[in-house]
């Protein structure tokens, strides 16, 4: 599934809202080294060896959808904060100001297998009582897919704007409302080698300068509100959480 923060389009050359923000770091590189052009080269990575590809220096800058937690610190380091991503629920919009059609019997709760989102809905369940079974997919597709075999409103992945990219390519976007308070609390970086002072000391000064330029909220702009160039439109505004960290390190506010 392609999302807003870094894939690969035409010609190979891979492009989104993480990308730009890695390519305003090498810009700072550049800056701070002479201003000697530097040869950019792009390597795919996983969720399974991302981490080990930064640590083995292999890559400098994984420029993708990656949380930032402390164990992972232990490992890496992280930029200030790109994007507050967590878990939240999908409803059909008749049953957005009725959450509570899932206490109706055999109400389903679908979510994609991640145990933090498992946990979060059993919380909400035990807490309010309500009478509703969990169902589990191994993905957001088939989260969605079994959305048409059952009368309950709920899915939940880990990532909810996972969730919304996925719904605005498949053309359902406007099926479902993303709707109610994080449940979980997913703080995106641009992750890089720990004990690099000179890198780090580039990373901050990147964010500071986008964040003091403007350019920060026009580069959330462009991913997040407007149409992409896949010609979807995820229509998701900027959080008061990443709001507040964008202004912490120098946006002007609103």
Not at 83 to 106: C, E, I, K, M
Not at 123 to 147: P, S, Y
Not at 206 to 213: D, G, I
Request: glycine content about 10%.
């Amino acid at each position: 599934m392609r999302c807003a923060f870094s894939f690969v389009g035409q010609g190979k050359t891979p492009y989104g809202y993480s990308i730009d923000l890695c390519l305003a770091i090498v810009e700072e590189i550049t800056d701070a080294t002479g201003g000697h052009p530097l040869r950019i080269e792009y390597l795919p990575v996983t969720p399974e060896n991302r981490i080990d590809r930064v640590v083995n220096g292999e890559i400098d800058l994984e420029c993708g959808a990656t949380t930032n937690t402390a164990r992972r610190r232990t490992r890496v380091a992280f930029s200030p904060l790109t994007f507050v991503a967590g878990t939240r629920l999908a409803v059909p919009p008749r049953q957005r100001a009725a959450l509570g059609v899932a206490t109706s019997p055999g109400a389903r709760s679908r979510s994609r297998a991640a145990r933090p989102t498992e946990d979060a809905i059993r919380q909400i369940v035990a807490k309010t009582g309500l009478r509703t079974e969990i169902v589990t997919t191994e993905d957001i597709a088939a989260g969605v897919r079994a959305g048409g075999r059952g009368p309950g409103p709920m899915r939940s992945p880990r990532d909810d704007v996972l969730l919304m990219g996925y719904l605005a390519e498949v053309g359902q976007r406007a099926r479902y409302d993303v709707v109610g308070e994080l449940l979980s609390y997913e703080p995106y970086g641009i992750m890089y080698a720990r004990d690099d002072a000179p890198l780090a000391a580039a990373v901050t000064a990147a964010f500071v300068r986008l964040a003091r330029t403007r350019e920060l909220r026009w580069i959330y702009l462009r991913w997040f509100e407007r149409q992409l160039p896949s010609g979807v439109r995820l229509g998701l505004p900027m959080s008061p959480q990443l709001q507040r960290a964008f202004e912490m390190i120098g946006l002007p506010p609103e």
